[in-house]
């Protein structure tokens, strides 16, 4: 761990062709001044094995609905002190670009949200990225909040990663009310393509979702032998992460930081 990182906006390339805003936070290289980066051709040129057992993990962080906001680089520049490579792509990129994040947000809130598949795509591009940076071990973690949990699901089914926690994602089972706002589904069908180790966080006085949710992914799960680790906790609703929300609980949140760095640094690496 250490106290020393360096944070800066990227810019990346959708395969659609978009620009996507992206928020970046490395630990400091060792030697001072060097600035992160595509990886060079000679370590891109390294064994997978010797990166794997030199280099560090990285992690993608989804934001939340509310948008590509300070709360969630806070979150970006946690990881680097935690050793990882982590980004942040700003997923309103292409619907707002520029915006304050709680214009962006209300514009696709009422847009009815972002496609799934641009969710997935621009996880793609955004764990490709890490995987080129210079001391990359090839291992990247996707994780998410409230709709970044559902989102980090979503991509732990589509895309290849390594780990992935979701953090009382709303709808990865239960089926939205029909004046819901968004235009959104479960991911039920999709479960049994899950692709990476999954960490789940929840709240027991959550609605969304419910604890008879989370006991229903967890079957789901557990029929399709895949393999994921729950805790819900007490006296914790939604949002029990957020510092600057009257919904966030000390405790409960303390321990979820304890077990999501546990989890990433078993599937990850330091």
Not at 194 to 201: D, K, Q, S, T
Request: net charge negative; with cysteine; proline share 7%.
């Amino acid at each position: 761990m250490s106290d020393s990182l360096h944070a800066s906006t990227v810019r990346l390339t959708g395969s659609d062709g978009a620009e996507i805003e992206a928020y970046l936070a490395t630990p400091d290289d060792d030697q001072p001044g060097v600035e992160p980066g595509p990886r060079s051709s000679s370590s891109a040129q390294l064994p997978a094995s010797v990166r794997a057992a030199s280099g560090r993990g990285s992690v993608v962080v989804i934001h939340h609905l509310p948008g590509y906001d300070r709360a969630t680089k806070e979150m970006v520049r946690r990881f680097a002190e935690l050793g990882y490579d982590a980004i942040c792509p700003n997923l309103y990129s292409r619907q707002a670009p520029g915006a304050d994040p709680a214009d962006a947000a209300a514009a696709v809130r009422a847009a009815g949200g972002i496609a799934d598949e641009q969710l997935v795509d621009d996880v793609q591009v955004a764990a490709a990225y890490l995987r080129e940076l210079p001391h990359a071990n090839g291992k990247v973690g996707v994780i998410g909040h409230c709709s970044g949990g559902r989102h980090a699901v979503l991509a732990a089914c589509r895309v290849d990663v390594d780990a992935a926690v979701d953090c009382y994602g709303a709808f990865v089972t239960g089926t939205p009310a029909e004046d819901y706002p968004l235009n959104v589904t479960n991911l039920v069908p999709l479960l049994p393509e899950l692709r990476a180790p999954l960490l789940g966080l929840f709240g027991k006085d959550d609605k969304f979702p419910s604890q008879e949710q989370v006991a229903e992914l967890d079957q789901i799960l557990t029929s399709h032998h895949k393999p994921h680790t729950f805790f819900s906790y007490d006296d914790a609703g939604h949002a029990f992460f957020a510092v600057d929300r009257p919904s966030y609980k000390v405790a409960a949140a303390n321990d979820g930081w304890e077990r999501i760095e546990t989890f990433f640094h078993e599937h990850l690496g330091a």
